[in-house]
Structure formats: C-alpha cells, structure tokens
C-alpha cells in the first residue's frame, strides 16, 4: 500500500499481535475536516498526486476491459461540471444518476458535487410509477442515463416540470445531450465549487419497505462515516495489491458506499461491470480474472454463488455482506470454498455501517452484526428507552450525531423528527444483545410475527431452512390467524430438480430440529423467485400482502 493510502486510514493498526476491538473503539476520535467534497477526496486530489493511477478497471458488456485513471475521471468530471453549469444547474440542484455501473455514474456524481449540487442516484429497473416519483419528490433538474433509459424518462418528462437537462450515454437527439460529446470537450479554467462537511452530497431513497420511499439527504461527511467499517470488516483494507469490487448496483448505498466510492478514496483500483441478471459462475471469474481481492457481496448474491463451482485462482482476502443477517452454512462456505471469511456489517440508509464484524478480532457467531464499530455509539433500547440487558431483544438506536447519519428526509420534517428522537437515531430493526456484545438481528419491528403469545423473528427461520441443501432462498411472514393471531408461513425457492413431493413435511423437521418446535411455519409454499427490493432484500410485505 503506498504512503498516501496509508495517510488515509483512519484506524490505527497494531505493529503486531493481534488487535483488540474494544481498544480501538475507545482510542478512536473522529477527525472530519469542515472543508471538504467528495470528488475532491475521491478523485481530483488523487488526480493532482498520481494522474496515471488506474481508478476504474470497467469490463464491458462485450469484454472489452477499459482502464479509467483518477486524470480521466477528474477531466470528465470537469467538462461534465462546467456543461451542467453552462445549462443552469447550481449548489443544492439534485442531479439524477439513472445507470448500471459504468464509469459515467462517478463521473456523474463527481460533477455534481464539483457544483455544489446533490446526486440522486437511481435504479434502472425501477418502472415508470417508481422513477415518476421519486424524479418528481426531489424536483430533479438533470438526469444522466444510458440509451436504454431514454423511451422511459421521455414518457414521464411531461409529467416533471423541473427537469430541464437530459443527457445520455446513447445516441443522443435534441433535446436529449450527449455524455461523450460532453467529456470530449475541453472546459478551461473550471473550479470546483468550495464545499462544507455539512454541505448536501447525495440522497438516495429508501426502498420503501416499510412505507413510501423517503429521500435520505446526506452531507460530503458521510464517506469518512463509512471507512472505520470498511478498513475493519474488509480486514485492514486496504493493502498493497487490492482490488475491489461489489454486484450491487451503485444505486443502493450498499453498493456505492460500502465498495465503491472507499475504494476510490483510497486509491483502490475499483471493477466495474454491468450484469443484464447477476449470474454467479460469470462473477466468480470475473473476480478470478481481475485479481479481486476485497468484495462487497449482498447475501443473496452469495446464496446463489454458493452453488456455483469456486475457480481455483480465485485471490479473495475478505468479503463484506449486509441487508439480511447470514447463517452459519454461508459462513461455513466463504471459509472453505472462497478460502476467505465473509464479514457481516449492519446499517441503514440514514445511517450505515455502524455495526461489524471481523473475523480477526472477535469470535463469529452465526446470525449476528458484530459490534457497534469504532467511532459510532450503538445501543440496543428496550420501550423505556434504556439499554437492554444480555439475552433481550430491543431496537437498534444509533447516537446522534454521527457523521455516518443523514441530514434530513427530504421535504419530510415530521418523519425526520420521527427518526431522530431523544440523541438516537431509531433504526426500527430488532436485536439480540449477547452476553459478549455482539447484536444478532432478530426483525425489523414490523416483521415481527405474533404467534400464540410468542414474538417471532423471521430470520432464524429464513436461515434454518436456507441452509437445507436443497433450498436455494427462503422467506417467511405472518399470516393472521383468528386463534393464534398469527400463523409462521414460509416461502421457498428450491435447488433445480428438486422433487415437491414430501418437502414440505421435511422441511418443517428441519426448522423443528435446528431452531424450536414453536416457530415450525404452518405452512411452505414452494416459490420459482421471491419478491425483492432493487438492492436485493427480500419484500416480506409483498408475501404478507398477497
């Protein structure tokens, strides 16, 4: 690792031995600079110190593998910035990102902030009533996406008043402007606009499980919030050699903060590919082929990279996965087949990478987050608001403030002052506090199933019958019930081949024996897919509601 990256950790690693996480939360203090943007740090001051630094290593759709120095970007970026301005786009103008990974969607978010201005960035499968809302919630000025966007956006632009600009990276017809032609025209005499640690920088929407989706409004801050969790849980990341890459789409905070934009700030080479569907054999070797060492993989990728043949030169070092708690077969697995440990962090979009776990420094336990990571205070608070003792559940609350958490819910100052309550930020998601610390997620607060007197958490279920061999994913919900109040229902989606007949019965002998007789579900219905978020969470409330 060289000196500049080493200048930018900010966890202090031990000389030797090993390190003890309580030491290193206790020793952490927070040094944020009250000047700062996040295209500075991510690309334009690696650009003055190293131009030639490989960036982004992008593999096309095609397999054409394209090196992006930090002097490509910050020059794209520029031109970019200087034709957004040019068009009217100014400070606190939200600029939307509508693409798979490809080096544009950083360029993009780096021009918007060398303005000033807010990134929003969105799924590219999100449907017309979804994009329609959230481009009209946040008063959108300027949308960048690829040609296979264009039909979509141009159906709904009647319906959006504010957005004036459009740019694509495919052809591109009046009044429609063209990415490459942008980046390919010189912009003399720039300047980035100055910027404040509290400035807005990106907003990115919830997924709308638990309601309608809300803008999460985070300040240029919010990057130095994520690098304790990522130089911890990706294990002493980085180092000399590494490499990162993630499947998420870089829409989702996941993708974007827990690999992409860390990676860049520390000078990481970052891959970038675009899966039309995510196929575990081709990412697999695309890690093998690209040398990855350091990966973000969600638990559903995994679940379905689990069944795939492993490549023998695969050079993994550590794996970082959070949105659904892990079970002990996919631990089992990383350890044997990727010859790696998978670490498991926790987080919301308002608030991520608060919680970890790290293979080198405490004892792994199956199900469980971790602990509250250094530099954020994390409590598990019963109804009375006071910390819960070992062995019970409560909710997850993080101390405000913190310069992970966001600023607001955009135009939603009630839901704000809802989420921010008393010093603490309220997750709304339930854990275990374990004698050791350590959190296990139990459910989100309305997940939670009513059965006969027992609260139920879904997930011990879902990670009971996922480690079946024959099942490939699972998830349960409640379904009411007018003696118990509510009844434990699986779905599941099973290994090809699999014969139906029986399974059932099977499977419920499964949870009985790994879990407890009283959260056998009722019933298994057998799925071809679950329902699921555009970050690959499963959408329990589609199965409820069905």
Known sequence: MSDASQDRCLIERPVRGRADWARLRDGFRWHVPAAMNIADLCCDSWATLDPGRAAVIHITQDGDRQVWTYGDLKRASDRLAAAMDAAGIMRGDRVAVMMAQHPAVLITHFAAMKLGAVALPLFTLFGEDALRYRLADSGARAVLCDGGQIDKLMALRPDLPELELVISTGAAVEPIQSFDEIIATPAPGF???????????????????????????????????????????????????????????????????????????????????????????????????????????????????????????????????????????????????????????????????????????????????????????????????????????????????????????????????????????????????????????????????????????????????????????AAVVGKPDPIRTQVVVAHVVMREGVDWDGMPETLRAWVRDKVSAHVVPRKIFRADSLPMTATGKILRRALRDG
């Open 191 to 473: 300047k980035r606009v100055p910027t404040d640690a509290e400035d807005p920088a990106v907003m990115i929407y919830t997924s709308g499980t638990t309601g309608d989706p809300k803008g999460v409004l985070h300040a240029h801050r919010f990057l130095y919030g994520h690098l304790p969790c990522m130089e911890l849980s990706q294990n002493w990341f980085p180092q000399a050699g590494d490499v990162g890459w993630t499947p998420a789409d870089w829409a989702w905070i996941g993708g974007l903060m827990d690999m992409a934009m860390p990676c860049l700030f520390y000078g990481v080479p970052l891959v970038s590919h675009r899966f039309a569907k995510f196929d575990p054999d081709a990412a697999l070797h695309l890690m093998a082929e690209e040398g990855v060492t350091n990966a973000f993989i969600p638990p559903t990728a995994l679940r379905l990279m689990r069944h795939a043949p492993v490549p023998r030169d695969l050079r993994l070092r550590a794996v970082g996965s959070g949105g659904e708690a892990l079970g002990a077969d996919l631990l089992d697995w990383g350890r044997e087949a990727l010859r790696c440990p998978i670490n498991e962090f926790y987080g919301q979009t308002e608030a991520n990478l608060v919680v970890a776990s790290c293979d080198r420094m405490m004892d792994r336990v199956p199900g469980a987050m971790g602990l509250a990571v250094p530099g954020h205070e994390v409590a598990v608070l019963g109804p009375d608001d006071k910390p819960v003792s070992a062995g019970e559940v409560g909710e997850v609350c993080v101390r405000a403030p913190d310069p992970v958490m966001f600023l607001e819910y955009w135009g939603k100052p009630e839901a704000t002052a809802k989420k921010v309550l008393d010093g603490w930020l309220r997750t709304g998601d339930l854990a275990l506090l374990r004698e050791d610390g350590q959190m296990v997620f139990h459910a989100r607060d309305d997940d939670v199933i009513t059965s006969a007197g027992y609260r139920i958490g879904p997930v011990e279920i879902e990670q009971a019958l996922a480690a079946h061999p024959d099942v490939v994913m």
